[in-house]
């Protein structure tokens, strides 16, 4: 180990960890920003899309500098049931998104953060944050001790350290997800030529239906520069369910194989050569995952670690929300230096910022939408439903139904009651 006292030690090279060192650095602290893994971002599996205006509000280099792979240009949404298939597709006007590979992304916030003064120490485990008298005091690693005014916890979903404060705890298996996902490998004009791509765009695709075999969860595919990320987020605790009663028959590995293979999708990366494959443990977002408090003497929670994701189903921010909720932990330290100390009293602001945020005001918009996600309606019966209507509208031989009547048929067909869909679309529209 280096020196073995700091005014700030950051625990986790992530987005947040990344941003609040180079934000505190830059302020004129002596940072440590520590891992577990090699290099930061290491053990990060993410690569898909992330909103760029948060990011930009800190480097504003960003456009220019970043391992930016494409700028979103389309989003789209389908639902899929056995080979029908329905398409929602939005085209963007502005650099809105990107895609990227987190471990890039994330070992540019580090060198950032190191250009500004930060110490970055990788292949460290922090095993304990150290609390004397009601204060945090440092962090431990093995024998060794790194004393710190104020410690950063931006450890991820795996929140040992404030398991042990008591400050969180063990996470139920419903507020989790298994996130898999592939790397296909194809030529960056094949990519822009079947997605229907300008040079330089990209897309970003969400998935729900029969993909998953009813485990809540769903599919998604993100065009990067000359490789494509596809794959599925499924949650852990009703595919524990459905394992234990006989119900789920396939492995993950084979869900997301039959994904590839599906006949809609595959041609969109025929010839395309998997180049790497891997699987982590997501958090669903929302409040009930957020920590007692996210601060006490010494200690700023940011990240993952505080349950700062938004998930509608339609989109999920998490890069974007980490950095900004690291962004207002930084503000909240060099406002209390100034005051005089980190103590409970002032760095309870950070809390109250966050509340104040653009990210608090989504969560509580969604507030109960992990709920929704669990009901196994959205990921079987509505697929099959708006699937079955698509195909009464656009694969009829002579007469063209009505939009009412391909419904009621459709709803026949499916066994659903008309009141049972009005009664669950209205569920999630006000969660939505």
């Not at 120490?121 to 962090?139: F, N």
């Not at 459905?242 to 599906?262: D, Q, T």
């Not at 395309?272 to 957020?290: F, K």
Request: aromatic share 10%.
């Amino acid at each position: 180990m280096v020196r073995d006292r700091f005014d700030i030690v950051i625990v986790g090279a992530g987005p947040a960890g990344c941003t609040a060192a180079y934000l505190l650095a830059k302020a004129g602290f002596s940072v440590l920003l520590v891992d577990r893994g090699r290099g930061a971002g290491s053990k990060l599996l993410w690569g898909g899309k992330a909103y760029a205006q948060p990011l930009r509000d800190i480097w504003p280099e960003l456009d220019r500098e970043a391992p930016i792979h494409r700028w979103v240009s389309r989003d789209r949404f389908s639902f899929v049931w056995g080979d029908r298939v329905l398409t929602l597709e939005y085209k963007l006007g502005r650099k809105v998104a990107f895609t990227a590979y987190l471990p890039e992304l994330v070992s540019w916030m580090a060198r950032k953060a190191e250009s500004v003064g930060a110490t970055f120490i990788d292949e460290v485990v922090i095993d304990e944050i150290i609390v004397r008298d009601g204060v945090v005091y440092g962090v431990r690693s093995g024998n060794d001790i790194i004393r710190a005014n104020v410690v950063v916890d931006a450890e991820g979903i795996n929140r040992m350290l404030l398991e042990k404060l008591g400050l969180a705890s063990k996470p139920n298996p419903y507020s989790l997800s298994l996130g898999v996902k592939e790397v296909l490998s194809l030529d960056s004009k094949l990519i822009e030529e079947r997605f229907n791509l300008d040079k330089g765009e990209g897309l970003a695709w969400l998935v729900a239906g029969d993909i998953t075999k009813g485990i809540p969860g769903g599919g998604f595919i993100y065009t990067m520069r000359d490789s494509i990320s596809i794959g599925l987020v499924l949650s852990i605790g009703h595919a524990a369910d459905m394992a234990e009663k006989g119900l789920l028959k396939e492995h993950v590995s084979s869900l997301v194989e039959s994904f590839r293979l599906h006949p809609y999708f595959r041609v969109y990366w025929r010839e395309a050569d998997i180049i790497e494959y891997g699987g982590r443990m997501a958090i669903e977002g929302g409040l009930s995952y957020m920590p007692k408090k996210l601060y006490t003497n010494g200690l700023l929670v940011v990240g993952d670690a505080a349950g700062l994701l938004v998930n509608t189903g339609y989109t999920i921010r998490g890069v974007d929300t980490a950095v900004t909720s690291a962004r207002l932990a930084a503000e909240t330290i060099i406002e209390a230096h100034n005051k005089g100390g980190f103590t409970e009293d002032n760095l309870r602001a950070y809390e109250e910022k966050i509340k104040r945020s653009y990210i608090y005001k989504e969560l509580v918009e969604h507030r109960g939408i992990e709920d929704v996600f669990r009901d196994q309606f959205f990921f079987t019966k509505l697929p099959a439903l708006a699937t079955r209507i698509g195909a009464k509208l656009f694969e009829s031989d002579y007469e063209e139904p009505s939009m009412l009547r391909a419904l009621l048929d459709s709803a026949r067909e499916e066994d659903i009651s008309i009141l049972r869909i009005i009664y669950k679309l209205g569920r999630v529209a006000r969660k939505l």
